[in-house]
């Protein structure tokens, strides 16, 4: 069975500050798909990377930065200079092929980014 | 703007009492998702349409059923609230299977139960 493990519950940084969200993941499936979704106050998800498990070239977007090692099962994201506004709960997610696949969100890392 | 819309915002409804969650897209995709979210967990999938082929996940109560009358609507049914009921409820869509596609979500609808 397919299993996202984030290990930080809450994390608390100064803006500015550099920050590495954990994500460990489990699956049986040889392809599969890891997502990030960044949950502000407000409620909705939003989208933020979607990476398969062929493609483990590491990914940049601006602060935002994943690093995907298919050897330790881990696909971390980190913020770099972080802001008042990345404030927000970041949830980890994988999905398997196969007819009943769905997406398994990990528990959530709690974010809060003081001024 | 293309978007997955939620009505409304926040419910109140009293146990018992039966309740409709709505939720609208204009981005045409096939699929779309109800999930349940309670304080500080993660998101929980209740049931997705495939087009109209209904999907239920094993362990969603009986208490919960889903409509989806046309691509664009989909409505969520919870025939008699408990407590336990409170919680975000999400809704999402994605263009094709759950597996590569990302889902995109809506608002929610925070659902209390007096």
């Known amino acids: 069975a397919q299993k996202v493990t984030q290990a930080q519950t809450e994390i608390s940084v100064v803006e500015k500050e550099d920050v590495t969200l954990d994500c460990v993941y489990e699956?049986?499936?040889?392809?599969?798909?890891l997502f990030w979704y960044k949950q502000p106050p407000s409620g909705e998800l939003v989208f933020l990377i979607r990476?398969?498990?062929?493609?483990?070239q590491n990914e940049i977007s601006g602060r935002y930065s994943w690093n995907f090692q298919k050897s330790t099962s881990s696909f971390n994201f980190t913020i770099t200079a972080s802001q008042v506004v990345d404030s927000a709960v970041y949830f980890c997610?994988?999905?398997?092929?196969?007819?009943?696949?769905?997406?398994?969100f990990g528990k959530g890392i709690t974010l809060s980014v003081r001024p | 703007d293309a978007m997955v819309i939620q009505n409304p915002r926040y419910q109140v409804t009293q146990f018992g009492k039966p309740v409709t969650l709505s939720c609208s897209q204009t981005?045409?995709?096939?699929?779309m998702y109800w999930y349940q979210q309670k304080s500080s967990q993660a998101p929980k999938l209740l049931f997705h349409?495939?087009?109209?082929?209904?999907?239920n996940e094993a362990d969603t109560p009986d208490n919960f059923q889903s409509r989806r009358p046309n691509t664009s609507f989909c409505f969520l049914d919870i025939r008699s609230p408990g407590l336990g009921d409170a919680a975000m409820y999400l809704c999402?869509?994605?263009?094709?299977?759950?597996?590569?596609?990302?889902?995109?979500f809506g608002d929610g609808t925070r659902l209390s139960i007096l």
């Open positions: 349409y495939y087009d109209k082929d209904f999907n």
């Open positions: 990476r398969n498990s062929f493609d483990e």
């Open positions: 981005l045409n995709h096939n699929v």
């Open positions: 699956t049986r499936d040889t392809t599969y798909y």
């Open positions: 999402a869509t994605s263009r094709g299977r759950i597996v590569d596609q990302p889902q995109h």
């Open positions: 997610a994988l999905s398997e092929t196969g007819a009943n696949s769905k997406l398994t």
